[in-house]
């Protein structure tokens, strides 16, 4: 089963370029797989000192390297130091109890404590995975079981008794139930492990396929996945939604004059300044060429994306300054009505934004909060700022 683990998880890590971190859970299972190894040669070699030391060395090793893997995994910088000491130290204790009396109660308890500490601090950095739910639940879990279960085996082996030496160990019931025990729980943590990856690994190809490479910003796969369930939170909370869409302003000509290098300079520089405005609870899209959307929650009103439309619009002023073609926008911000679609609110707000570029393009309009209301084109004119209604 640690084979199986080793070769699954430097796969992961050999072909999937963010997935590098995977190879540290790699080399823990690794570890553990050298651990059989040395009860193998204990049993058929005379260094029955030195593999003794090497297999409990390897164990506590792999066991401190999951730690290690689960920090890389969730981007944070490995505590190597702390890592070390912790398995210097377990080493410097299994020293000082090497010619204890083996099965008695304080000897045993000693031998598997710096086991004990090393799964407790798996347990703690395994909380720090930020993607909550069932599977960091197990896998927290699990480890809180294998601390225990190594605190308990002082006294299943001062119960059935493991032997007067090495050798004697592996051939007692002892050996058997706590091997068995023990790999069955380390074959449980690595698959909690490889689910976590495995849902990283789904969750970034979800994230590359609705991210537009160009700008950054949600593409329309993103939209159509993420704003319908806007629209739901919209209704049931009875919270306002609002849509603002924009189309800047003579782009082809920027094309044209300035070629296309130049024209994809100012979509980024654009993108960015949405990055920059758009709140943490809206959605900013790239519809696709030179359109972008916001769908802007908990907005009533409207002043949310009023003053949205305005920062944008300011924001644009200094391009010339940056080394860009001057920049305007046009646009429509319109509300969400419940029962719409969303291809509905996006249509509706496009449509506002057209006729802002027919009046004269540089102005977003707005629509007014009573849709019967002949007024339906409240919203700059020649001004910078917003017109009340």
């Given amino acids: 089963?640690?084979?199986?683990?080793?070769?699954?998880?430097?796969?992961?890590?050999?072909?999937?370029?963010?997935?590098?971190?995977?190879?540290?859970?790699?080399?823990?299972?690794?570890?553990?797989?050298?651990?059989?190894?040395?009860?193998?040669?204990?049993?058929?070699?005379?260094?029955?000192?030195?593999?003794?030391?090497?297999?409990?060395?390897?164990?506590?090793?792999?066991?401190?390297?999951?730690?290690?893997?689960?920090?890389?995994?969730?981007?944070?910088?490995?505590?190597?130091?702390?890592?070390?000491?912790?398995?210097?130290?377990?080493?410097?204790?299994?020293?000082?109890?090497?010619?204890?009396?083996?099965?008695?109660?304080?000897?045993?308890?000693?031998?598997?404590?710096?086991?004990?500490?090393?799964?407790?601090?798996?347990?703690?950095?395994?909380?720090?995975?930020?993607?909550?739910?069932?599977?960091?639940?197990?896998?927290?879990?699990?480890?809180?079981?294998?601390?225990?279960?190594?605190?308990?085996?002082?006294?299943?082996?001062?119960?059935?008794?493991?032997?007067?030496?090495?050798?004697?160990?592996?051939?007692?019931?002892?050996?058997?139930v706590s091997q068995i025990s023990t790999g069955v729980l380390l074959v449980a943590a690595g698959l909690c492990l490889l689910l976590l990856v495995i849902q990283k690994a789904l969750e970034e190809t979800i994230l590359d396929a609705e991210t537009d490479p160009l700008t950054g910003l949600t593409n329309r796969r993103g939209l159509y996945r993420v704003g319908p369930r806007l629209l739901v939170e919209a209704t049931l909370r009875g919270e306002g939604l609002h849509a603002l869409f924009l189309d800047l302003d003579h782009f082809k000509a920027i094309n044209d004059r300035h070629g296309h290098a130049t024209g994809d300079s100012v979509l980024v520089a654009f993108a960015r300044v949405l990055q920059d405005l758009v709140a943490t609870d809206m959605l900013a899209v790239r519809m696709g060429g030179e359109e972008f959307a916001v769908l802007i929650p908990h907005d009533t009103t409207g002043m949310r994306a009023a003053r949205l439309a305005d920062a944008i619009r300011d924001a644009l002023k200094p391009f010339a300054e940056k080394g860009l073609p001057a920049l305007t926008v046009s646009g429509g911000i319109v509300r969400y009505r419940a029962s719409e679609t969303l291809d509905g609110l996006i249509a509706h707000a496009d449509q506002l934004a057209y006729r802002a570029k027919r009046a004269g393009r540089d102005r977003i309009l707005q629509e007014p909060l009573d849709r019967s209301s002949e007024r339906s084109d409240i919203g700059w004119a020649e001004g910078p700022r917003l017109v009340a209604g």
Wanted: hydrophobic share 60%; glycine share 10%; aromatic share 14%.
């Fill in 1 to 176: 089963m640690a084979a199986l683990f080793v070769v699954t998880y430097g796969v992961i890590a050999l072909y999937y370029a963010r997935q590098r971190a995977t190879a540290w859970f790699m080399v823990s299972y690794l570890l553990g797989f050298l651990t059989p190894i040395c009860h193998l040669l204990i049993l058929y070699t005379d260094q029955v000192a030195l593999f003794s030391l090497l297999g409990y060395g390897v164990f506590l090793g792999g066991i401190v390297m999951m730690a290690v893997g689960i920090q890389a995994f969730v981007g944070r910088r490995p505590q190597w130091r702390l890592a070390l000491l912790l398995w210097a130290a377990g080493i410097g204790l299994r020293l000082v109890i090497w010619d204890g009396a083996r099965n008695t109660l304080p000897y045993e308890l000693l031998f598997q404590l710096p086991f004990a500490v090393a799964a407790i601090a798996v347990m703690l950095v395994a909380r720090q995975i930020g993607q909550a739910g069932p599977i960091r639940a197990m896998l927290v879990g699990i480890f809180g079981v294998i601390a225990a279960h190594f605190l308990l085996k002082p006294f299943l082996v001062v119960s059935l008794g493991s032997g007067p030496t090495p050798k004697s160990y592996l051939g007692s019931v002892y050996a058997v």
